[in-house]
């Protein structure tokens, strides 16, 4: 089977039903996308697939393929995922990290679908959980990002 990852054709020896998460990281290398909890409930495992946030640990590769796939690994590549990480860093967002390759690719993928989001915007969109609570600087940097100074704080 054929994946395209990060503007890459991958030729991948795979069952179908297998998690791209696990092939992602296993198969091809790329260990930026993490495992967190395998229901596809904290969002650790997020990548984009034509442009759609999506938990690469329930989503087998057969409904995958002939989609474009971009990890956290490619993420500055896209100017809009480049803005987000670089508002990442100036507002120190992540703590321990692990879960901040998802919530990169969540909030880019928010930020691709509506340039100037709400507050209403982002609490739909950003639903990742961060065990180290950094979810105020999440917001600040959306904030900072989205240009709507008084809305999504």
């Known amino acids: 089977m054929k994946l395209s990852i990060n503007n890459k054709t991958y030729d991948v020896d795979a069952e179908g039903d297998t998690p791209l998460l696990w092939v992602i ?14 229901l596809a409930q904290c969002g650790a495992c997020s990548v984009m697939v034509d442009g759609v946030v999506t938990r690469s ?13 971009t990890t956290i690994e490619a993420i500055e590549n ?14 120190q967002v992540p703590q ?4 901040q390759s998802g919530q990169v690719m969540a909030a880019t993928a928010l ?11 982002v609490d739909a969109a950003m639903v990742n959980l961060c065990r180290c609570g950094t979810y105020n600087a999440i917001h600040a940097a959306l ?11």
């Open 78 to 91: 896209d100017p809009v995922g480049k803005r987000v990480v670089e508002k990442w860093v100036e507002h």
């Open 111 to 121: 930020l691709k679908e509506i340039e100037n989001p709400t507050q209403d915007d």
């Open 57 to 69: 640990c329930v989503t087998p590769i057969d409904s995958v393929e002939g989609q474009e796939i």
């Open 25 to 38: 990281r296993d198969n091809l290398g790329l260990t930026g996308t993490k495992y967190g909890c395998g």
């Open 96 to 99: 321990c990290g692990y879960c």
């Open 143 to 153: 904030k900072d990002l989205s240009g709507n100074e008084g809305d999504a704080s």
